[in-house]
């Protein structure tokens, strides 16, 4: 079974199409890259599979489980980790608190009034931290931040609760070359290592055709290709959309 | 009721829709192209019905009507052009309580203009007989209101798709960068909007007069209603201001035909409420966009210093050794409003939540405790324990709707409730004693000098606000916090966003009852007055002066506040008019956010 299986997926903003009949599955320890041109319909679908936007048709399941209709905060208690295309983190918190934000909803904590939240859970907050090399910056306030380092607490944000999934909505827009590789260094390892389906979108084609182990092409909403990086170079139909030649 | 009747109370919700309508068309066409929300638009409909009603004494009702509508156009000019064009830049906050500034000083203006009294209009000349329909008699005049309603949504139709002038609203109104990018000329554009909304507003009211006298609590009456209106319909569409107005005018017209006055309001909020629960955005309205962002900058929360707190609790504990009666009586007003702030800064600070409805839930409080004290006849102690329950279920029920809406919204839909509440106690004469309220709510003997009640009122107060600042500082509260930090980012780790603010909508409630109960108890009487808007308006003011991204802000918020009260009200006969120039000065001299 897939860690995710889409079948079908449909939506439409007014007259508009923005994704059409999509279908694709992602294993667990898999990298998957979703790419496209601009207005393809990248970000529609993945506000699609963690419950932002509801489906028009088709059918979203993780690990077997149909998540149609459910909102974003019960997809990720299936486990579903996201980071934005533009960075979302809480700005009045650190760093640190930001991480165990994340920590208290996974241990399901959000309705406790007891000790305060900034002493629950420190070393493990510290240890996902440490594992997206933000560990020195912990006591940071997140709204001082550099826009590489905003990504990566992201990432450790969306590690908070051992995601199956994870959904990376281009992880490496705003950030230097080799910032770029080493974060997708981490989270190719990351898939290997923890079993994590890990689908990203992504316009670096350097980043996405030295760590996605397979390619899915969108083009006006629907899936034009699909497959290993050098089927997915050779194919005319890809060459055509972003070359603009046959 | 027969079929006759139901036709007559049907023309009759016809002719109320008319006036109700063309207040909240200006609303919602000031909103469309400025994103202000203008909560002085009921005291423009209100200052329409005065100058109506003084000048048809010389010129005659026909053509006191126009000219009233022109003066309040021109009154909404010099307030565009003076006031609010100042701060369209300013946080979404300040500009609503510049707005409710416009209240409280055309209120007093009205007072000092008119005096206390209600005024009656003229009937209108010509039209003062009635007409039998179906075999009962019906206001010829009320015919004439009839038509006034669809005839301005006609006019106001015709303007904004016909015309270019029209059209530059809606470009506005869709995409304000945009419209200012192809050359639409904004102050112009802004100035005129609102002046026609002024204008609608005052020919709402001044055509109105024959119908009803012109009085001054009809400001906050029409701007609640109109509130409803606007949410019901949706905010920024004409059509759906025009549809809503129906609906509520035909409501409040069977309730009152069927001899349930009393139950008007709490029918409008059922209706209110069902439309919300199925379409958020109104009828006819559509979301507003920023409300699903990444999230806006927000500064940390810095613990405050609890050696000067400590130190101050102490210090407030040994006053009463040398201080008067009159100190003490203060210093107790001052605690109880420093909680009341503390209950309202958890919606507002951490919450993300402006709320310009929480006196409710104070008055709740009070209302409740001086209920079960003298009508139930329970011991004060258990009234005073029992009351913060009612208003944190109170809280509950309202909060609920309001957490389905965000920002503007949700601030009008917090007022609405409050000026609902207010009703209740206002109209309810049999259980609250209507505009007398309740007398005689003293507390135990035990507590009944001075100095006992002070230290009652120390104790709760400060360990109340204790409570609520752990709560900030748990998991609950940083949740919360994350909430308003990045909706986005919240509920992409689990955390659902509503269920947070609804939980502390509750939590704020029971904190802003138990002031309430202690504020019962101090007086021994209770008034409309203590769950009235400006009571709602107070508490923000407190917060925002004390600074609404500290914890212990709110606090010497509602000590200098309180203070400040007192003595303006002592000194100054128009005191609360003197309170919104102060709000005007400082919002205009800081238009970025006064209190940081």
Known sequence: ?246 | MSGSAVLLQFLNGLAGASSLFLVAAGLSLIFGVSRIVNFAHGSLYMLGMYLAVSLSGTLGFWLSVPLAAALVAAAGLVIETTLLRRIYKAPELLQLLATFALVLIIRDAALWAWGPEDRLGPRAPGLAGAVAIAGRQFPQYDLLLICLGPAVFIALYLLLSRTRWGTRVRAASQDREMAAALGVNERRLFTAVFALGALLAGFGGASAIPREPASLQIDLAVMSDAFVVVVVGGLGSIPGAFLAALLIGEVKAFCIGLGYSELTLAIEFIVMAVVLVFRPWGLLGRPLAETRGPGTLQPPLPAPSFLLLGGLAVLLAIVPVFAGPYTIVLLTDILVFALFAASLHLLMGPGGMPSFGHAAYFGLGAYTAGLLLLRAHLPMELSLALAPLAAALGALVFGWFCVQLSGVYLAMLTLAFAQIAWSVAFQWDRLTGGSNGLIGVWPAPWLSSKQAYYYLTLVLCLGAVALLWRLIDSPFGYALRAGRDSPLRAAAIGIDVRAQQWAAFGIAGLFAGVAGALYAFSKGSISPETLSVPRSVDGLVMVLLGGVQTLSGPLWGAALFTWLEDSLSRGVEYWRAAIGAVILVLVIAFPRGIFK
């Open chain 1, 1 to 246: 079974m897939s860690a995710l299986e889409v079948r079908g997926l449909s939506k439409a903003y007014g007259g508009v199409q923005a994704v059409r009949d999509v279908s694709f599955s992602v294993d667990a320890g898999e990298v998957v890259a979703l790419i496209g041109p601009n207005g393809a319909g990248k970000t529609t679908c993945f506000n699609l599979l963690n419950g932002q936007l509801r489906p028009d048709s088709g059918e979203i399941a993780l690990a077997g489980r149909s998540v149609v209709g459910l909102r974003p905060h019960q997809v990720w208690r299936l486990g579903v980790g996201r980071t934005f295309q533009v960075t979302a983190t809480f700005s009045s918190m650190t760093v640190r608190e930001n991480v165990q934000v994340a920590l208290l909803s996974h241990h399901r904590k959000l309705f406790s009034l007891g000790k305060p939240a900034g002493r629950f859970q420190v070393e493990e907050a510290d240890a996902l931290l440490a594992r997206v090399g933000m560990q020195q910056q912990a006591a940071r306030p997140c709204a001082v931040l550099a826009y590489g380092d905003l990504k990566r607490v992201e990432l450790a944000v969306a590690l908070a609760n051992r995601p199956r999934l994870l959904l990376m909505d281009e992880p490496t827009a705003g950030m230097a070359s080799d910032e770029r590789q080493a974060l997708m260094q981490l989270a190719a390892a990351l898939a290997r290592s923890e079993r994590i389906a890990v689908l990203f979108t992504e316009h670096d084609m350097e980043v996405v055709f030295n760590f996605a182990s397979r390619i899915i092409v969108l083009h006006g909403g629907e899936v034009i290709a699909a497959g290993a990086p050098d089927e997915v170079r050779a194919n005319p139909r890809v060459r055509e959309v972003y070359l603009g030649n046959a």
